[in-house]
């Protein structure tokens, strides 16, 4: 199993970024997007389904943030609108089979990439 994100750099106030999750060796796994900054937790940020595509969002990226898949390429997506210096972390995708109720909770997921990093700066 591989999950590897993609996309991240420096971005102005504003901006937008789009993630990529290219992932290999999953099927029927929901896959979510997290993000940490420096010193903070990981927080939960996005999901989805891949069979059926059910999603989710944190309350901060509702309205900004856009997840998406792509089952023929095995990749999921991170569309970041409106980007504000809070942003600023880097990004993780993972991979859970967890019930649905439990997919904010990173520790119900079992892989993971490596993470991209997201500045948004001024």
Avoid: H
């Amino acid at each position: 199993v591989q999950l590897q994100a993609s996309g991240g750099g420096l971005v102005q106030i504003g901006g937008s970024l789009r993630l990529s999750c290219a992932t290999s060796g999953l099927s029927g796994d929901t896959i979510g997007w997290f993000r940490q900054a420096p010193g903070k937790e990981r927080l939960f940020v996005a999901a989805i389904r891949r069979l059926g595509g059910n999603t989710k969002y944190a309350d901060f990226a509702k309205g900004r943030f856009t997840i998406s898949k792509d089952n023929a390429k095995s990749t999921v997506s991170l569309q970041m609108n409106s980007l504000k210096p809070e942003d600023t972390a880097v990004y993780y995708c993972a991979s859970t089979r967890v019930v649905w109720s439990g997919i904010s909770d990173p520790s119900q997921y079992n892989y993971w990439g490596q993470g991209t990093l997201v500045t948004v700066s001024s």
